[in-house]
């Protein structure tokens, strides 16, 4: 640091996971007043072999201890309940898939965190996403980057965020790749340098998620149907089934009799559809078939990160977070809606998840699917 006049007080969401901690130990590395918040956000049945929550924090303190930075355990269960698992369960009863990793860091992460920081007296907060950061000085504006390791980028995630946020927000991993932050990590002696990555939302955990989500939402049986609008079987509810999905659906033994493996009767079924009027959830065989193929979409309640819809133009997009980036157009842009058209079909377009925009390592902002074709 080149003069203590850059010295900030940073407070850092410490997650109990490695990202995090290089995270901290690099800001304090670099002369910052480094402070850990651990994030409660979910308390229900926290006690169960599923949530780690209470042993993530206890590597989230032993982390803080080896930096030799103090922290702060803090609740926000009941803002994560209102403003995040509400939203969850509502879009899963309307059929939709949603992403609440995306509203989590907009609601909470970067909103009630962010607000519990700054009245600590933080002039930053940062966390171990793998994003980057960074003033355009022919805007005045924050753009949100790509993080530097193409395999662990997580702007998909981030890309809610706005102008207030990202000009309070470090993210020092962004500039790492995941082995060297392990590198570090191993070096530096931080008793969670080996501690596997966090898989799934925190509330949900490793559990079966069909018997999570049947905790909330009621099973409405109805028939399945394939492309010629047979029926092959009975789905437990329409809620429980998201589009492309392959595992679960009871129908994998329907072959044809005396059927030769690798003829199209031997295909793995996938769902294409879901139809709430009717209550049927309709399949088809074979990872390529049309039904899956989506060429335009529709997004609503979008959200730029400059503030402002970008012109329409051609861009690229990812309409979910583990894809290449897909070449498409934005044609239409009104209100909170816009819609793309892409060069080639994109796989499995999911109501209820996020198409997010991007203009080579800069992320646009994105909306949720509505609608495709």
Request: charged letters at 20%; glycine letters at 12%.
């Given at each position: 640091m080149s003069s203590a006049a850059h010295r900030q007080r940073?407070?850092?969401?410490?997650?109990?996971?490695?990202?995090?901690?290089?995270?901290?130990?690099?800001?304090?590395?670099?002369?910052?007043?480094?402070?850990?918040?651990?994030?409660?956000?979910?308390?229900?049945d926290d006690d169960s072999e599923y949530c780690s929550s209470n042993e993530d924090f206890v590597d989230a303190a032993a982390v803080a201890d080896v930096i030799g930075i103090e922290i702060e355990h803090v609740n926000f269960a009941a803002d994560y309940k209102d403003r995040v698992f509400a939203e969850f369960l509502r879009e899963y009863s309307s059929g939709r898939t949603p992403n609440p990793d995306i509203l989590c860091n907009a609601e909470i992460k970067f909103k009630a965190f962010l607000d519990h920081a700054m009245r600590l007296g933080a002039d930053k907060?940062?966390?171990?996403?793998?994003?980057?950061?960074?003033?355009?000085?022919?805007?005045?504006?924050?753009?949100?980057?790509?993080?530097?390791?193409?395999?662990?980028d997580q702007s998909y995630f981030l890309h809610r965020l706005n102008q207030a946020?990202?000009?309070?927000?470090?993210?020092?991993?962004g500039e790492l790749h995941k082995t060297e932050v392990r590198r570090i990590a191993l070096e530096i002696g931080l008793p969670n340098a080996k501690k596997k990555d966090s898989t799934g939302i925190c509330f949900i955990g490793e559990r079966p998620f069909r018997d999570f989500l049947n905790r909330y939402i009621a099973r409405e049986p109805g028939p399945?149907?394939?492309?010629?609008?047979?029926?092959?079987?009975?789905?437990v509810g329409l809620s429980f089934y998201t589009l492309g999905q392959r595992q679960g659906l009871g129908i994998g033994g329907l072959k044809a009799k005396g059927a030769q493996r690798g003829s199209g009767n031997h295909a793995p079924w996938f769902v294409a559809r879901k139809d709430l009027s009717n209550n049927t959830l309709w399949v088809v065989q074979g990872h390529?078939?049309?039904?899956?193929?989506?060429t335009r979409l529709s997004a609503d309640q979008a959200s730029w990160v400059a503030g402002t819809a970008p012109e329409p133009q051609a861009l690229a997009a990812k309409t979910r977070y583990r894809q290449a980036d897909a070449a498409c157009r934005l044609t239409q842009v009104a209100g909170d809606g816009f819609t793309l058209d892409f060069d080639q079909a994109q796989w499995a377009v999911t109501p209820g998840q996020s198409a997010v925009l991007y203009d080579g390592e800069v992320c646009l902002g994105g909306g949720v699917i509505a609608s495709h074709s």
């Open positions: 940073v407070v850092v969401g410490l997650s109990g996971g490695v990202d995090s901690a290089v995270t901290a130990w690099l800001l304090k590395q670099q002369g910052h007043e480094v402070l850990g918040i651990f994030m409660k956000n979910w308390e229900d907060i940062a966390t171990g996403h793998y994003a980057r950061v960074r003033l355009n000085a022919g805007t005045g504006r924050h753009e949100l980057l790509k993080g530097l390791d193409p395999a662990k946020q990202l000009a309070n927000t470090l993210f020092p991993v399945i149907k394939n492309d010629k609008g047979q029926t092959i079987g009975e789905h390529d078939h049309p039904w899956l193929q989506s």
